[in-house]
């Protein structure tokens, strides 16, 4: 069961309205590596552990509950940064960058490029996020790994939150506003903090490797093939 606060988990605030890194936001709302997959690959596996690794079913679904509040943070951010375009249509156009269409080509040439980005994020909207990345394309459901086999799904997870804390450092290069780069860094930080907690819980899991049941053939577990040609580098 879960009950809706309505008090975010963290203060999120903007300076002022950016569509532009608006859209660009989107790719933790509705991507690949964005909060809402990642709030339903770990909600899909607690099941498959729940009867083996209570504790960590446990784990899974707090892990699942703080994302959908990510996700919760991630669109209320967005929905700051397109203040004004589900305004009323004069107010809507006086403060959006539409006007500088006035104020010469090169400026009518940077909003024609802004709407072509993904135009669907001001059309369909109405000024609030989509379950899209920032190209416009729909969240999917093959971004979900879910394998059955916890040691395996707490490895996929470990690197879920290692791309999602680069994702949020490379979008915080994008911008200047020092609440919107308060708000990221949160975000990045608990990315950091579920990655610990992940290795954490898959060192608890003795044996934790190879996955699954069967054991390999030990005759060729240790078999190296050197199937580059030129100078030969040796590791260990």
Not at 18 to 37: I, K, V, Y
Not at 39 to 44: C, D, E, G, K
Not at 190 to 205: K, Q, S
Not at 215 to 228: H, K, M
């Amino acid at each position: 069961m879960f009950h809706h606060v309505k008090e975010l988990q963290f203060n999120a605030r903007v300076s002022k309205p950016d569509p532009r890194f608006a859209n660009l936001l989107l790719e933790q709302f509705g991507g690949e590596n964005g909060e809402l997959a990642a709030a339903m690959q770990y909600f899909t596996q607690a099941f498959a552990a729940k009867q083996p690794y209570p504790d960590k079913y446990d784990m899974l679904m707090d892990i699942a509950t703080e994302e959908f509040s990510h996700l919760e943070i991630v669109g209320a951010t967005i929905q700051m940064l397109l203040k004004g375009v589900n305004g009323e249509l004069k107010d809507a156009a006086d403060q959006s960058e539409i006007m500088e269409v006035l104020n010469g080509k090169a400026a009518k040439e940077n909003v024609i490029h802004q709407a072509l980005v993904n135009p669907q994020l001001g059309v369909l909207s109405a000024g609030g996020p989509r379950l899209t990345n920032s190209q416009g394309i729909p969240w999917c459901s093959a971004y979900i790994h879910s394998n059955g086999d916890l040691t395996v799904d707490l490895r996929s997870n470990i690197a879920s939150e290692s791309r999602a804390k680069l994702v949020y450092e490379y979008l915080m290069q994008f911008t200047d506003d020092p609440y919107v780069k308060e708000t990221l860094s949160f975000l990045m930080t608990r990315e950091i903090a579920h990655y610990e907690m992940f290795e954490a819980a898959l060192a608890t899991i003795k044996p934790n490797y190879p996955p699954g049941v069967l054991q390999a053939d030990p005759r060729f577990t240790n078999q190296y093939f050197n199937l580059s040609q030129g100078e030969s580098v040796r590791g260990p």
